[in-house]
């Protein structure tokens, strides 16, 4: 399964029955929200619509808007004869008995309850249509969501290489850098031309790279970035599950970064939590 990003646009019309336009956008949320702005004619479609949306749809902020462009009626008007004729001999008869009675017009005639009607379309028939829409828009959206998964995964592959790197480069570095810290020690207690005790300095050689050893945290890191790539290969609905393996890196770069006493290793660290906030921030657009 592939990823999916939370942020797309899908747009279609029909001109049969009637004009009709579906819009659904949708952008990054914790959950799944919907929101449907509806004529009243299709608002009785409203559940219907939901139930689609959850089927497809696991987390986003989706707008639903549905627009019936045109008038749902035909553009021919019908008389009925027969209503006509009797409004006409009633009209006669009211002439018969009052003399002065004014004519009423062609148009007041049309007007008069009955006389005129336009056949309306079915309401059923529309709702099938903006249904049959809909399902087409949602298949767009979830099309759209998926190219822009796609580049979000390249993207986010791409960093977590970059952190396996750094880490890698710092996992190499580290017998060095412990040899240097032992020096530096060793020379700073012999500038204070005083004897010490043998035992006394490799009891301070000890808690000194106790507390600058980063094997811990490079192996969190490593167990981290080895879960998020199992994740990415995976794919699906995963989001929630990515930002926590997020915040995981950053508690360890974070540690790494107190716990750093050369220039180099506070370097790899600044780079680490660089390209984890790069990640962090991308996927929060994944569903």
Not at 225 to 237: A, S
Request: aromatic share 4%; with cysteine.
């Amino acid at each position: 399964m592939t990823l999916h990003s939370m942020t797309a646009f899908a747009r279609e019309a029909a001109s049969a029955p009637t004009t009709l336009v579906v819009e659904l956008r949708s952008v990054n949320h914790r959950y799944l929200d919907y929101h449907f702005k509806l004529p009243d004619s299709l608002r009785a479609l409203e559940p219907k619509l939901r139930d689609g949306l959850a089927k497809a749809l696991k987390r986003g902020k989706v707008d639903c808007q549905i627009r019936v462009v045109d008038s749902a009626t035909k553009d021919t008007l019908e008389v009925n004869q027969e209503r006509l004729a009797a409004l006409l001999t009633a009209l006669a008869g009211v002439r018969a008995q009052c003399s002065d009675a004014s004519s009423p017009d062609a148009l007041a005639l049309l007007q008069f309850p009955g006389v005129c009607h336009s056949e309306e379309l079915e309401e059923s028939s529309v709702q099938s249509a903006a249904w049959q829409l809909f399902e087409s828009a949602l298949q767009t959206l979830q099309e759209t969501r998926a190219r822009e998964g796609a580049h979000l995964e390249e993207f986010l592959r791409r960093r977590l290489k970059g952190i396996g790197d750094e880490v890698a480069t710092l996992r190499q570095a580290l017998p060095a850098l412990r040899t240097r810290q032992e020096e530096r020690l060793r020379r700073r207690l012999e500038e204070l031309e005083q004897p010490l005790d043998a035992g006394r300095i490799e009891q301070e050689l000890v808690m000194l790279l106790h507390k600058a050893d980063v094997d811990e945290e490079l192996d969190r890191l490593e167990a981290h970035i080895k879960e998020t790539t199992r994740i990415l290969d995976k794919g699906g609905p995963c989001g929630r599950r990515l930002d926590f393996l997020m915040q995981e890196l950053n508690r360890e770069a974070n540690t790494l970064s107190s716990k750093a006493t050369t220039s180099s290793t506070t370097q790899s660290a600044v780079e680490l939590k660089v390209l984890i906030e790069q990640m962090r921030e991308q996927v929060q657009n994944i569903e």
